[in-house]
């Protein structure tokens, strides 16, 4: 089993571009997550979908939207990048809440 | 605001030693405590995991203790290896489907 996988593996924008950040899970889980990594702070989680059809916010959304496709994807896009938006983004999943969650193989994005 | 303090951000502990991490958090609806290890270049993964109606867990060389009133846990890893030299995540989360992470611990085990 692939488990979460995470596509691009390394991506670096211009200011100003856009891009999508792909998320797929193979375990037939209900719950996603996108979270940012940065030096010193952390995950922080950018957006969530507790079952397919919901999102919700987390800690930072501002400058990022969500789709939830269907129940295995779950996809992260940047409609007008910013240097602030450089870092590592994980996507994860869990079966249900308070669950474990599998994080995938990360994102690192520079935005320049 | 940051709901799970995590200290201390760094620790270096010599082989068979053991290294001790704290959290500590705020919002008493949480009711789920996980330890995540992370090496570098890979997603953090699930070390261990406690919920509020035990004190202690222990899974080999990985224990969480957990204070309710004081509203902290901690992770102890036993005999410590240098194969255990990784960033170590605490987090908790409670009725959302959100887990809320502290901002990591380096650790590295010297020989």
């Known amino acids: 089993n692939a488990g979460v996988t995470q596509t691009p593996k390394f991506q670096v924008l211009k200011t100003g571009q856009s891009m999508t950040l792909q998320c797929a899970q193979d375990m037939n889980h209900n719950s996603m997550y996108w979270y940012r990594q940065d030096p010193g702070m952390g995950l922080r989680l950018i957006y969530y979908s507790a079952s397919e059809g919901t999102t919700d916010k987390g800690e930072v959304p501002n400058g990022y939207n969500v789709s939830r496709l269907n129940k295995r994807e779950f996809s992260l896009r940047l409609e007008s990048a910013a240097p602030s938006q450089t870092s590592v983004y994980f996507c994860?999943?869990?079966?249900?809440?308070?669950?474990?969650?599998?994080f995938g193989q990360g994102t690192r994005l520079t935005v320049v | 605001q940051q709901q799970v303090k995590q200290s201390p951000q760094s620790l270096i502990v010599q082989k068979g030693g053991i290294s001790i991490i704290n959290c500590a958090y705020e919002n008493t609806a949480f009711d789920y405590f996980p330890w995540y290890q992370q090496f570098p270049g890979k997603g953090p993964a699930l070390l261990i995991a406690i919920r509020p109606d035990v004190s202690e867990k222990k899974e080999g060389r990985f224990t969480i203790s957990f204070n309710k009133s004081a509203k902290q846990f901690s992770l102890h890893i036993m005999d410590s290896q240098p194969g255990d030299s990784a960033t170590y995540f605490c987090?908790?989360?409670?009725?959302?489907?959100?887990?809320?992470f502290g901002t990591g611990t380096r650790l590295q085990v010297t020989l």
């Open positions: 987090a908790a989360s409670g009725t959302a489907s959100k887990l809320t």
């Open positions: 994860a999943s869990s079966e249900f809440k308070n669950t474990e969650a599998f």
